[in-house]
């Protein structure tokens, strides 16, 4: 807060502060207060911008100053010249010293913007963010291994089983999910087979896009599909909630309880993900397949029951091993982000979304990445 200084009459008070230009002297009067400050800021202004020379400057008039007052009339002519102007200055002593003590400091320290530099500047971002992404990783391995030690703590202990939350969650995540994901792989298998039969349709070889969406599906799209789509769905969903309980203050009575917030809250979701999603997997890929074997049957007369037998033929059981293998580590993965997130809600609801929204990117982005790797290890496999 800017402090004041000076002893003026009620109608002095009252008067904006101002300054005017004769020749080469100012005159300053008013109150050069806080209140004024952008009028005085834009006056200051205009006699800069004017080029005139300053010798000498009247404080007779001046009625009230506080610190910001002070800091422009020291930038008005630089604070070694106002230093200079202010020893013969017909002033109070509050007012002098005040004024004084403003111009020394300015003085001493005078204000000088910063230089950018955008290589720099990069750098030092790129920097940020990778301690940002270190934190985060350091923070979900510790709270897998939280995760991991509580479910092997209660996993010989039938009695600490949750079993309704369990329920209820492979009810949200697993059954209620299964038409969208149905749905989705089925329309992303006709895709794949139109562009299959596009593409194939200049070698003469058409009948291998049954060989493509069969393969497709049962390594990759799949599992990729089911698992991006709750990452989506799902995640964000663990976030909210377990984030509005601890807006709610809930997890705080949980604990109060004397109960575990990862035994009541997380080891139920991660189990019932860790259910569903092969289980939608699974869906997935049979659903992948009719969309393709319709598109087949209806552009490229491969009736359904020769689609069947070259999938028979020529797909090797590996192939759909493969891609459901990868469903329980997936699901693990997004089920413990999500509510990694929840839990570091800070207790607002702005929070919330910011979190919600953070465990559907990393979800998304956990998938895709461990997906990548799993493709180059088999691959290098021959699996």
Same mark, same amino acid.
């Given at each position: ?36 400050? &952008? ?167 058409? +009948? ?28 964000? &969903? ?76 020529? +797909? ?42 953070? &465990? ?11 997906? &990548? ?11």
């Amino acid at each position: 807060m800017a402090t004041d200084s000076g002893y003026s009459t009620t109608a002095h008070r009252d008067t904006p502060g101002n300054l005017d230009c004769n020749g080469d002297t100012l005159t300053l009067s008013g109150s050069w207060t806080l209140s004024h400050y &952008s009028v005085l800021n834009r006056r200051i202004t205009e006699v800069q911008a004017s080029g005139a020379t300053i010798n000498n400057i009247q404080f007779d008039e001046l009625s009230r100053v506080d610190t910001a007052g002070a800091a422009l009339i020291a930038r008005l002519t630089g604070p070694e010249q106002a230093l200079r102007f202010l020893q013969n200055a017909n002033l109070p002593d509050e007012q002098r010293e005040l004024l004084i003590t403003v111009a020394e400091a300015m003085a001493c320290a005078p204000w000088q913007p910063a230089r950018k530099n955008a290589l720099l500047d990069f750098l030092a971002d790129v920097g940020e963010k990778v301690t940002a992404i270190a934190r985060l990783l350091w923070m979900l391995a510790g709270f897998i291994g939280q995760t991991l030690a509580t479910l092997f703590y209660i996993l010989p202990r039938p009695k600490r089983w949750r079993i309704t939350p369990f329920v209820a969650a492979v009810h949200d995540t697993g059954l209620n999910a299964l038409p969208i994901v149905a749905l989705l792989t089925f329309l992303v298998g006709a895709v794949v087979a139109f562009l299959g039969a596009t593409v194939l349709e200049d070698f003469g070889a058409t +009948i291998y896009t049954v060989n493509l969406v069969a393969f497709s599906f049962l390594r990759e799209f799949g599992v990729l599909l089911a698992a991006i789509l709750l990452a989506g769905r799902t995640a964000s &969903s663990f976030t909210a909630h377990i984030g509005a309980m601890k807006v709610n203050e809930e997890l705080d009575a949980i604990r109060t309880l004397g109960l575990n917030p990862v035994e009541l809250l997380v080891v139920p979701r991660v189990l019932a993900m860790m259910v569903s999603l092969p289980v939608l997997t699974f869906i997935g890929m049979i659903s992948g397949m009719v969309g393709g074997a319709a598109v087949c049957a209806l552009v490229l007369d491969i009736p359904p029951s020769q689609f069947i037998a070259i999938v028979e033929r020529d +797909i090797a059981l590996k192939h759909f091993l493969v891609g459901i293998g990868k469903a329980p580590v997936f699901a693990f993965l997004i089920a413990v982000i999500g509510c990694l997130e929840g839990f570091k809600v800070a207790g607002s609801a702005q929070s919330v979304g910011e979190h919600t929204t953070s &465990s559907v990117v990393q979800s998304i982005f956990m998938v895709i990445l461990l997906d &990548s790797i799993a493709a180059l290890f088999f691959m290098e496999m021959g699996w």
